[in-house]
């Protein structure tokens, strides 16, 4: 999609209507659905007969999709979630949290697999974090699962966690091209390669409207040497999230840096979601890119105040 015609199209389609004539959702969002047990304190295993002792646990809702999803609900966006959940506890926890926080879960297929998990290991002093993540339901999602008639029904459709989703992934480009012949619009947060192979997202990337990495992310999908560099060579928006720096955006030939929010941080787990649903909800409302950027930076860093990704979700008062 051309640049100029997705600026007007993001702005503007408050008109997507379904067949009976009512807008149905306002994004739809695709990935990766699951608890996330927070472990906190003397968290660095020593094997054997030894027993430690923790500060903390929380089971939360977790990954990137979930906390995306939860944070474009809080925004006041129509929300929908598509992801495979499994018959399990966790899955009865991840479809009581998305109820509550006013997401509408779409299920695929769970072929009587688990729900993943992510467990992550928070020690002490904040330094750091380690991931273990069983992926489960997670890679379940198909691109048939992202029907015409799903698409219809929304404004916009954001995929995460990519590269935990390889059949999704090896389908995705036609599945956004379809949605652009629909006149939705696209964004993209692929989350970290757990392979460290960062496979060639350019057909994906020809059809995504709004790239969102953080700067890691970036630099290993570009291999370049520069944020800037990375950026321009996609051919796409491009928004990233610089840490406490707040976020960087480049478009159109335009470049926009917006501040994050000094806040008392209790935990940065989903930051980078927030980050997203706060970007979406800006841009969806009609907002310009620069506020858009700056909402981005605020509901990252407002998302760090409690634990867990969804707590402390920024609202639009907030905003």
Request: proline share 3%.
């Amino acid at each position: 999609m051309v640049l100029g015609t997705f600026v007007s199209v993001w702005c503007s389609r408050t008109d997507h209507m379904d067949i009976e004539g009512a807008v149905v959702f306002d994004v739809l969002v695709v990935g990766d659905a699951n608890p996330d047990l927070v472990l906190r304190g003397d968290v660095r295993p020593r094997f054997g007969q030894v027993e430690q002792l923790l500060t903390g646990a929380d089971l939360v809702l977790g990954g990137s999709g979930s906390i995306t999803a939860a944070g474009c609900a809080r925004l006041g966006l129509r929300t929908a979630m598509l992801a495979a959940v499994g018959d399990d506890v966790f899955g009865r926890v991840v479809r009581s949290e998305l109820e509550q926080r006013a997401v509408t879960l779409l299920e695929a297929e769970s072929h009587g697999e688990p729900t993943g998990l992510s467990v992550i290991l928070s020690p002490e002093g904040g330094e750091g974090r380690a991931i273990l993540t069983l992926p489960g339901t997670i890679p379940l999602v198909r691109p048939a699962d992202i029907t015409d008639e799903l698409l219809g029904r929304t404004r916009h459709v954001h995929v995460s966690s990519l590269y935990l989703q390889q059949a999704l992934a090896d389908g995705l480009a036609g599945v956004f091209e379809r949605a652009h012949k629909l006149g939705v619009t696209t964004s993209l947060d692929t989350n970290w390669d757990p392979s460290e192979r960062w496979s060639s997202l350019s057909d994906i990337l020809a059809h995504t409207d709004v790239f969102l990495p953080n700067a890691a992310e970036l630099l290993a999908v570009t291999g370049a040497a520069t944020p800037e560099e990375g950026a321009r060579s996609l051919g796409t928006t491009v928004v990233m999230k610089d840490g406490e720096r707040g976020a960087r955006a480049w478009w159109d030939g335009n470049e926009f840096a917006a501040p994050g929010r000094r806040v008392d941080v209790v935990d940065t787990i989903g930051a980078g979601d927030s980050f997203n649903a706060g970007f979406l909800a800006a841009r969806l409302g009609g907002r310009s890119m620069e506020e858009s950027v700056r909402w981005a930076a605020a509901a990252g860093s407002l998302s760090t105040r409690a634990a867990g990704g969804t707590a402390a979700q920024a609202t639009l008062s907030d905003l």
